[in-house]
C-alpha cells in the first residue's frame, strides 16, 4: 500500500549566520537533514513543528514563515510512502543549550543524533542527505546570492 507521509522542517539561523543541522541514524542508515520529522495524526504543522523541537533539541521556536513544500515526487527512503515535506523559517525563543558538534554524522553513544552549525557562507548541497532537504539549501544559496549583489 502506498501512502503519504508529511513531515515538517525548521530552518534555524543564528545570529552568527549559520544553519542548524541534526546528523541521524535511523534503519541502518546515517543522514543529516533539518531538525523537524513526522507529522502525527490529528496534529497542525505548526504545532508539529513545536512538538518536533521540543523532542530533538528541548527548545522552543517562533515560526516566522513558510519557505518551501516538496513541489516533486520524493520516495522515501526507509519505505513506500511519497514523502511531501514542508519547510518553515523558525528562531529560538531561548538560546539553545543542547551540546554541538563540528564534524557531520559524530554521535554520542547514548544517542543516534547530534546537532552542527553550518556558516551560511560555507554551505553546499552536499551537507544534508535527502534530495528535498538539497532543494532547499540550493534555495538558500540563491537567496544568499541574490542579497549579496
Same mark, same amino acid.
Given at each position: 500500500?502506498?501512502?503519504?507521509?508529511?513531515?515538517?522542517?525548521?530552518?534555524?539561523?543564528?545570529?552568527?549566520?549559520?544553519?542548524?543541522?541534526?546528523?541521524?541514524?535511523?534503519?541502518?542508515?546515517?543522514?543529516?537533514?533539518?531538525?523537524?520529522?513526522?507529522? &502525527?495524526?490529528?496534529?497542525?504543522?505548526?504545532?508539529?513543528?513545536?512538538?518536533?523541537?521540543?523532542?530533538?533539541?528541548?527548545?522552543?521556536? *517562533?515560526?516566522?514563515?513558510?519557505?518551501?513544500?516538496?513541489?516533486?515526487?520524493?520516495?522515501?527512503?526507509?519505505?513506500?510512502?511519497?514523502?511531501?515535506?514542508?519547510?518553515?523559517?523558525?528562531? &529560538?525563543?531561548?538560546?539553545?543549550?543542547?551540546?554541538?558538534? /563540528?564534524?557531520?554524522?559524530?554521535?554520542?553513544?547514548?544517542?543516534?543524533?547530534?546537532?552542527?552549525?553550518?556558516?551560511?557562507? *560555507?554551505?553546499?548541497?552536499?551537507?544534508? /542527505?535527502?534530495?528535498?532537504?538539497? /532543494?532547499?539549501?540550493?534555495?538558500?544559496?540563491?537567496?544568499?546570492?541574490?542579497?549579496?549583489?
Amino acid at each position: 500500500m502506498s501512502y503519504f507521509n508529511v513531515r515538517v522542517y525548521g530552518l534555524l539561523i543564528n545570529a552568527d549566520n549559520q544553519l542548524l543541522v541534526s546528523d541521524e541514524q535511523s534503519g541502518g542508515r546515517s543522514f543529516s537533514k533539518f531538525p523537524g520529522g513526522g507529522l &502525527e495524526y490529528g496534529e497542525g504543522l505548526i504545532d508539529a513543528l513545536k512538538r518536533e523541537f521540543m523532542e530533538e533539541c528541548n527548545a522552543e521556536i *517562533e515560526v516566522l514563515s513558510h519557505f518551501y513544500t516538496t513541489d516533486f515526487y520524493e520516495k522515501s527512503s526507509f519505505n513506500d510512502s511519497q514523502i511531501i515535506s514542508i519547510y518553515y523559517l523558525v528562531r &529560538e525563543v531561548d538560546t539553545l543549550t543542547m551540546k554541538f558538534k /563540528t564534524e557531520a554524522l559524530d554521535f554520542d553513544p547514548e544517542t543516534l543524533q547530534s546537532f552542527r552549525w553550518i556558516d551560511l557562507n *560555507e554551505l553546499k548541497e552536499s551537507d544534508v /542527505t535527502f534530495k528535498t532537504d538539497q /532543494t532547499v539549501v540550493n534555495m538558500l544559496l540563491s537567496l544568499i546570492a541574490e542579497s549579496a549583489d
